[in-house]
């Protein structure tokens, strides 16, 4: 498939490497990584990107705002969450949802999923 | 109207206790006494539902007047978005005769908010004819509030432990991954197996998970359609889940390595059943494998099979015997099983 530009949502800096890892492993571009809400929200306002992996939980604050930005600039984006279930917003509950700790092959798959 | 007839309780008459000394005599004075006392909101109704009286908790929580309360008066503290169930369900129990239970909001009248009551209403029979309602309403708002915060903490720690599992394992990814890839995968096996059953005990309040759920996840990656899967439904306590979780991937990892699943024709079968030892019961869980090679015991007792043999038996009392028999590997766990958690 065409690479894909991947915006990274993910405070926790070890597993934002890890993501990105995965994301050039399987051949696409890692095009911003954000670490906090404010720069979350500000790239996924206007950034330049084709798909998103987002951590809902970013230093304790639940980054609801993002996925509704996402979906109103048509994005398509998949949950990373430690929360398992339970994590899911009710109205993004058909977004992918990658559980932590992942394998590569899981953030592999929700990258085809939200690509095609 | 006012409320000119309570039912009296206690006219000198034997009832039930009334062969203790004082019980056949109490006083409507005294019982009003006991029924103020409690915590609870309590009234009673005639046969059809007719409210003739309630303490004095109940006057103060919705600062109301026996009068507004009267009879049926009683909905204009109910919220008007339940009210309508709670009249279908309440006009069903006095139809029926069955005794009423529901939770519902109910109106504080210092400052109108609503708090939530568990209410209860049991009906009064004499010879065998209903002839009125008892009913307490006991307020839980606090325990509700307890509860959802309770969730909230133990979502936050799954979702800490998790975060700190997936730290973990990128940690080992960069440090070893590629001078030792195989030994890497095995480590992220591992450390996804015992993540994944976090999922099934989060869900249960960190207290219970199904063994049907534990064996589920612990065989899922290793190819569902080579197992058998048999057992009664029991649930297995949050600790001896883990340990169970990683014994079981020990023995996927094995089976694919070197025994029935290392080739296309063999498979395993899981079973389990509850036997009574003595006044306890006990689980007996059996791993069998069939149609791959004749296993060999190996020469050193690798970190595998030391948890297989270990993890359960440290754990509870549990034993663990794994066995190189001719037709593959077998390992039987017994665990007895807590008197509380078994269903």
Redesign the interface.
């Known amino acids: 498939m065409t690479p894909l530009k991947v915006f990274v949502v993910e405070d926790e800096a070890v597993i934002a490497l890890m993501i990105e890892d995965a994301v050039e492993d399987s051949g696409h571009l890692v095009a911003h990584t954000a670490t906090n809400i404010r720069d979350a929200m500000a790239f996924a306002a206007s950034g330049e990107f084709d798909v998103a992996l987002l951590d809902m939980n970013l230093n304790g604050q639940k980054a609801h705002a993002v996925p509704t930005t996402l979906k109103a600039r048509g994005k398509p984006f998949a949950f990373i969450t430690g929360y398992g279930e339970a994590g899911i917003l009710e109205p993004f509950a058909d977004a992918p949802l990658v559980a932590k700790p992942f394998r590569t092959a899981d953030i592999v798959a929700a990258l085809v999923a939200l690509g095609s | 109207m006012s409320i000119v007839n309570p039912i009296p309780v206690g006219d000198g008459q034997p009832q039930d206790g009334g062969g203790k000394p004082g019980a056949s005599d109490l006083s409507f004075a005294q019982f009003k006494a006991l029924a103020n006392a409690m915590p609870n909101l309590a009234w009673m109704a005639d046969a059809d539902g007719w409210l003739v009286w309630y303490n004095q908790r109940w006057y103060d929580f919705t600062g109301t007047t026996p009068e507004e309360m009267a009879g049926w008066g009683w909905q204009s503290v109910h919220h008007p978005d339940v009210l309508p169930e709670m009249l279908r369900r309440w006009t069903a129990a006095l139809a029926t005769g069955e005794p009423f239970e529901m939770t519902f909001p109910l109106r504080r009248g210092s400052d109108g908010s609503f708090r939530t009551f568990v209410t209860r209403a049991e009906p009064l029979k004499e010879g065998g004819k209903i002839v009125g309602w008892l009913g307490t309403n006991t307020d839980i708002t606090e325990l509700e509030r307890t509860r959802e915060r309770l969730q909230l903490v133990v979502?936050e720690l799954?979702?800490?432990?998790?975060?700190t599992?997936?730290?973990?394992?990128?940690?080992a990814?960069?440090t070893f991954s590629r001078a030792n890839p195989e030994a890497y995968e095995a480590f992220?096996a591992r450390?996804?197996s015992l993540?994944s059953i976090?999922?099934a005990l989060?869900?249960e309040g960190w207290i219970k998970a199904s063994l049907s759920e534990i064996v589920g996840r612990a065989t899922s990656c290793f190819g569902g359609d080579r197992f058998l899967i048999e057992g009664p439904v029991l649930d297995i306590e949050a600790r001896m889940a883990s340990s169970l979780t990683m014994t079981l991937h020990e023995l996927c990892t094995n089976a694919v390595k070197y025994g029935s699943l290392s080739v296309p024709q063999g498979s395993v079968s899981i079973t389990w059943t509850v036997e009574p030892t003595g006044p306890r019961r006990e689980l007996r869980l059996l791993w069998s494998e069939t149609g791959g090679p004749a296993p060999t015991p190996p020469v050193h007792n690798g970190f595998g099979l030391k948890l297989i043999k270990r993890a359960p038996a440290s754990d509870s009392g549990a034993s663990v015997d794994h066995r190189f028999e001719a037709h593959g590997v077998e390992c039987e766990i017994r665990l007895p099983l807590g008197e509380g958690l078994a269903s």
Request: glycine fraction near 0%.
């Open positions: 979502n799954n979702h800490r432990v998790k975060n599992l997936a730290t973990v394992q990128s940690i990814q960069h992220e450390l996804l993540a976090h999922d989060t869900r």
